[in-house]
């Protein structure tokens, strides 16, 4: 299995690791074909991304993805980060190999997943629509 040099990269040095003690908005979930899990802390001021930190017990693929999207959603309004796809994240990393596609649907979930919790927690009204999860994300690019 090969891993792209960005890959390598961001799973040795990632970005963006840790956890935020007064996030605005907190999304945890789990890979249902590893069962693997990821936790996404949100620090949001007036609309933007201001901080973000992740803390995941998965794998490279899974850190590295995690990497990335949060440098991508960093600084960036919640409506940018909520139409962030795993693809992109993968295309950002110059790929994944194909059995590693699925770990990269847990920073886009994740990041989802928080955006919901601050929007519950300050009583934003919000689409349900915004944070399905469409399973037809999940093809990579191809190596
Ligand atoms: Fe579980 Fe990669 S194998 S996230």
Redesign the pocket.
């Known amino acids: 299995m090969e891993y792209s040099e960005k890959v390598m990269e961001h799973f040795v040095h990632p970005h963006n690791v840790g956890k935020i003690e007064d996030a605005d908005g907190i999304g945890e979930v789990g890979?249902a074909?590893?069962?693997?899990i990821?936790k996404m802390y949100l620090k949001i001021d007036d609309g933007i991304i201001t901080d973000v930190k992740f803390n995941?017990y998965?794998?490279?693929?899974?850190i590295a993805t995690s990497s990335m999207a949060t440098d991508l959603i960093k600084g960036k309004p919640l409506s940018e980060a909520l139409k962030l796809t795993n693809k992109a994240v993968v295309e950002a990393l110059d790929g994944l190999p194909a059995v590693?596609i699925?770990?990269s649907v847990?920073a886009e979930q994740a990041i989802k997943a928080a955006v919901r919790d601050y929007y519950d927690k300050n009583g934003i009204e919000y689409d349900e629509a915004q944070f399905h999860f469409n399973e037809t994300h999940e093809h990579g690019v191809e190596e």
């Open positions: 890979n074909k590893c069962g693997d990821m995941t998965g794998c490279a693929s899974a590693k699925h770990c847990l």
